[in-house]
Antibody, heavy 118, light 109 residues
Framework: QVQLQESGPGLVKPSETLSLTCTVS????????WSWIRQPPGKGLEWIGY???????NYNPSLKSRITISVDTSKTQFSLNLASVTAADTAVYYC????????????WGQGTLVTVSS | QSALTQPASVSGSPGQSITISCSGT?????????VSWYQQRPGKAPKFIIY???KRPSGVSNRFSGAKSGNTASLTISGLQAEDEADYYC?????????FGGGTKLTVL
């Protein structure tokens, strides 16, 4: 059973860069797509972007200018950097595996709350 | 790309059936049979329950079913149980991007 675990700071200051890492266990990171999704408190889900194990990426157009997603297959990890954060970026951030080339999120991490505040 | 439109809430009694709609456009739901649904219980991560409009992943109860007509997808839950009380999100491919619905809170009376 694939397991995903998010890690990173729970508090980030405005204008700084939010950095999170997702560690994959129980399965190979190769031959799959991996994604980040976020959920502001009390609100719905928002797709952030995904990366293929080879390094190709696809980002949400509304966040594209501020996002970088990278992968480290040797550590079975992938990461999210979101630059120039504001309070609107406060959310629970989930990492997930994509299937279906890639359209469906089949395995999810438990999520990590990131608060943007000075 | 705008979020898909779902009703904020639906409710039903145990044993009944309910349907949650998910309205999109010709750029997403209307053009692709790539709709999925997720169940999210309070404080938990979403759970994958429907893909390709109407298929169920292994282990998901056959009380959950999906359909699509034009630009609108739907999720039906039959034989409602107390454990079905949760938020439900639809999701669709939209041509190089992925979009979620705003979520529907299901209350089992």
């Amino acid at each position: 059973q694939v397991q995903l675990q998010e890690s990173g700071p729970g508090l980030v200051k405005p204008s700084e860069t939010l950095s999170l890492t997702c560690t994959v266990s129980g399965g190979s990171i190769s031959s799959h797509y991996w994604s980040w999704i976020r959920q502001p408190p009390g609100k719905g889900l928002e797709w952030i972007g995904y990366i293929y194990y080879s390094g190709s990426t696809n980002y949400n157009p509304s966040l594209k200018s501020r996002i970088t997603i990278s992968v480290d297959t040797s550590k079975t990890q992938f990461s999210l950097n979101l630059a120039s954060v504001t309070a609107a970026d406060t959310a629970v951030y989930y990492c997930a595996r994509l299937i279906g080339s890639p359209y469906y999120f089949d395995f999810w991490g438990q999520g990590t709350l990131v608060t943007v505040s000075s | 790309q705008s979020a898909l439109t779902q009703p904020a809430s639906v409710s039903g009694s145990p044993g009944q059936s309910i349907t949650i709609s998910c309205s999109g456009t010709s750029n997403d739901i209307g053009s692709y049979n790539l709709v999925s649904w997720y169940q999210q219980r309070p404080g938990k991560a979403p759970k994958f329950i429907i893909y390709e409009v109407s298929k169920r992943p292994s282990g998901v109860s056959n009380r959950f079913s999906g359909a699509k007509s034009g630009n609108t997808a739907s999720l039906t839950i039959s034989g409602l149980q107390a454990e079905d009380e949760a938020d439900y999100y639809c999701c669709s491919y939209g041509g190089s991007s992925t979009v979620f619905g705003g979520g529907t809170k299901l209350t089992v009376l």
